[in-house]
């Protein structure tokens, strides 16, 4: 005996059969698995999402000075990331190439085609290269030239809408710092401090930075200055959950959260990084 009734496509079978749970419901059954059992549950890629709460709160980490292949000096694929933020729960990065400023864009890109848009924020940025030093632009729509004045980056990077930030600022190893006179000059124009920087040649120069910034009531960050994959979120500021997509809501975020991190004595982080780019050729954990 034969069931009758309407027949279906085999292709429109296929397709039902195959189509996805939405990303949104995995990621709510993700968040309660981890509030209940309290230990890092999976995607459906494979992906380990370490999720956190402190007293009911989901909270995340931000790393706001990263490095990617973009950079010379760096071998971290765009790709590699977002995996590397869900397994240690650094939900927002800033990508801050040496003089580049396509990589946070792409990086933005890669997160968007894997469905992860509502878990993982990227702030595009830059590392410019003054005629004084280094300063960093957040929040760029294109790249700003090496070689123009402090004074002359900071209204670059202030025409596009974007936060100045100073990093490892007070290091007086830091072959690429900016000038001290230069801070001096442009301090009423700076947006954001980095307070800790996991590559200092010491560590209290962060708490120079960090009396620095105090004292004229700036907000505050951590960046790990991160040249490897293993490097991001080694430095961290630790606020609540939130997606980050302008300048308003990542200078909320700061206000609402503590930083933090692992200072790496810079002679061995050289060696760390040179194993990890040798480590690279072989293997991608």
Request: net charge positive.
């Amino acid at each position: 005996m034969t069931r009758s009734g309407p027949r279906r496509s085999p292709d429109v079978t296929a397709a039902r059969r195959t189509t996805p749970m939405p990303v949104s419901v995995v990621h709510q059954a993700q968040d309660f698995v981890g509030k209940v059992l309290g230990r890092p549950p999976h995607t459906m890629r494979g992906l380990q999402n370490n999720v956190v709460w402190r007293q009911g709160v989901q909270v995340m980490r931000m790393d706001l000075h990263c490095h990617t292949a973009v950079s010379h000096d760096c071998r971290t694929a765009l790709r590699d990331i977002p995996g590397w933020m869900l397994r240690t729960n650094t939900r927002v990065i800033a990508v801050t190439d040496h003089d580049q400023q396509r990589g946070g864009p792409e990086l933005q890109a890669i997160v968007a085609d894997m469905g992860l848009a509502d878990r993982l924020s990227v702030v595009p940025g830059e590392e410019i290269t003054t005629s004084e030093g280094e300063l960093i632009g957040l929040f760029l729509h294109e790249r700003i030239p090496p070689g123009l004045t402090p004074e002359d980056t900071v209204r670059e990077i202030k025409a596009q809408g974007g936060l100045v930030m100073l990093q490892h600022g007070f290091d007086p190893l830091k072959r690429y710092r900016l000038r001290p006179e230069a801070t001096v000059r442009i301090a009423d124009h700076i947006d954001i401090v980095e307070t800790f920087n996991s590559r200092l040649s010491q560590h209290r120069w962060n708490h120079t930075a960090d009396e620095w910034a105090r004292a004229r009531r700036l907000p505050t960050c951590a960046g790990s200055d991160a040249h490897t994959l293993r490097d991001i979120g080694e430095a961290w500021v630790e606020t609540p959950f939130r997606t980050v997509d302008s300048p308003a809501a990542l200078l909320a975020a700061l206000r609402e959260g503590t930083v933090a991190g692992k200072w790496t004595h810079p002679v061995y982080a050289y060696g760390r990084k040179q194993w990890r780019f040798f480590n690279q050729q072989f293997r991608r954990d």
